[in-house]
Every structure is written in structure tokens, then in C-alpha cells.
């Protein structure tokens, strides 16, 4: 029970990654808040399942951010944890990514900013409303959800891979900031393609079948949200290449 009684925040929670690092936390003995901008009915059904509470908000909206964060703290008094999983993928840009790639003047722009404010803005308003309540404690953990550096620099994978980029940059800033403070902010990622929503629809089960399963995330999160890693800072974990002793 390496997070007894921690209480955690992991965004977008109801399906693919942040859906495992739900349950693996609540099965590591932590309260889970699982979020959502939409699909209210997948949080519920996994806070249900693991007992844990489930919040309609948008990360991208600071009204909802600010929301969220009051309630866990009215319910729960602290914010030990946050997971910073919630993320809009390439299928919003071009349905067809994987197979026909399209130029980024293409892009429609609506779309870049949907993708850009969840993948980016939504992380900084989501980090910047809890990062207060973890310094009057003088202590918390920051899981930054991230992908391979390759795939940010995949032909046809804008805005989504820079959005990515971007997301590392500020780890790695907000990391040297926060040094001292007793919170430690830490990038996580599976590896390479892992099966999520973000895969699109027209994958088979044949090529699913070679895709990351989503909870080799569990075991790596569990650390660097724990007492244990106290120490790590500013670090970025492959999830693949992580080894449970």
C-alpha cells in the first residue's frame, strides 16, 4: 500500500492510460479523483470500481479547473497527487493520421487550438491551481503524461507531437522550480504506440494486438508518486524499460 491514504488527481481518467494509473493507485491504497471533459459516464464507472470519485471538468477551462480543485479540497482537505494524463490526440486534426499524413497548412485551426489548449494549457492551469495547496504542505508529486521523441517529430503528427514537446520543455522548467519545495514534477511515458482512444478506429485486432498495453503505466506512476521518490526530480521514465523489483 505504497500511497495509503494519499489523495490523487488523475486527469483524464476514464479510459486508456490514465484509466490504469487509476486503478493501479487506488489499488496502492490511494482516494482517486478521476476527471473527464465529456464522457461522464466512463469516470463514474471507474471510480465505482475503484472506489474512488469521479468530477466532470475540463482542464483546458479554468473555471472548471478551479471547480475541480475546490471540491477535492472541500472533500478531502489536501492534494497529494497529480497526474497530468489528459490529452486530445491526432484523430481531431486529420481521422486518418496513420495512414495519410497531412501537411500542417492543412490543418484546421479550430482543431490546433482544441489540442493545444488540452495538451498544453491544460496542464499549466491544472499544475498552477494545485501547485499552491501542495506548498502549504511542503510536499506533493507531478506525473506529466509524455510520448517518444520520435513521435513528436513524425511527418503529419502536428500540433499534437509540439504540443508534446512543449509539454516536456515545461516539466523540465517547472521541475528546476520547484526544487526545494518539497514537490517533485516527473515526465512518464509507455514507450511507443499504446492502445488508448487516441488510436484510430480503423486499426484491426490483429494490429491492436502489437500495441502497448496501457498499464505498464501502474508500476512506474506508483513510484513517482510515493514516499520513495521523494528524491526525483525532473526525471523522464520510459514505462517499457521500467523494472519492478
Not at 482516494?31 to 465529456?38: D, G, K, N, Q, S
Not at 469516470?43 to 479554468?62: P, W, Y
Not at 498544453?120 to 506548498?135: A, S
Not at 503529419?156 to 526544487?179: H, N, R, V
Request: aromatic content about 6%.
Amino acid at each position: 500500500m505504497k500511497l495509503e491514504d494519499k489523495v490523487a488527481i488523475v486527469t483524464g481518467g476514464g479510459r486508456g492510460i490514465g484509466r490504469a494509473i487509476a486503478e493501479t493507485f487506488a489499488k496502492e491504497g490511494a482516494r482517486v479523483i478521476v476527471t473527464a471533459a465529456r464522457q461522464k459516464n466512463e469516470i463514474e464507472k471507474v471510480a465505482s470500481q475503484i472506489g474512488g470519485t469521479a468530477i466532470l471538468a475540463d482542464v483546458a477551462v479554468k473555471n472548471d479547473v478551479q471547480r475541480l480543485v475546490d471540491c477535492v479540497i472541500s472533500e478531502f482537505g489536501r492534494i497529494d497527487i497529480l497526474v497530468n494524463n489528459a490529452g486530445r490526440g491526432m484523430k481531431y486534426v486529420n481521422d486518418n493520421f496513420m495512414t495519410k499524413p497531412k501537411p500542417f497548412w492543412e490543418a484546421d485551426p479550430d482543431a490546433w487550438r482544441m489540442v493545444i489548449d488540452t495538451n498544453v494549457n491544460g496542464v499549466f492551469l491544472m499544475t498552477r491551481e494545485v501547485i499552491p495547496h501542495m506548498l502549504k504542505r511542503g510536499s506533493g508529486r507531478i506525473i506529466n503524461i509524455s510520448m517518444n521523441y520520435e513521435t513528436m517529430k513524425r511527418k503529419g503528427f502536428t500540433p499534437y507531437g509540439p504540443s508534446k514537446a512543449a509539454l516536456e520543455s515545461m516539466s523540465t522548467i517547472w521541475a528546476q522550480e520547484l526544487g526545494g519545495t518539497g514537490i517533485t514534477m516527473n515526465v512518464l511515458l509507455p514507450g511507443g504506440a499504446t492502445d488508448t482512444g487516441m488510436i484510430p478506429d480503423s486499426f484491426s485486432q490483429s494490429e491492436r494486438s502489437k500495441l502497448i498495453d496501457p498499464a505498464v503505466m501502474g508500476p512506474p506512476a506508483v513510484y513517482l508518486a510515493s514516499d520513495e521518490a521523494k528524491n526525483v526530480n525532473g526525471q523522464r521514465i520510459v514505462a517499457i524499460e521500467w523494472v519492478t523489483k
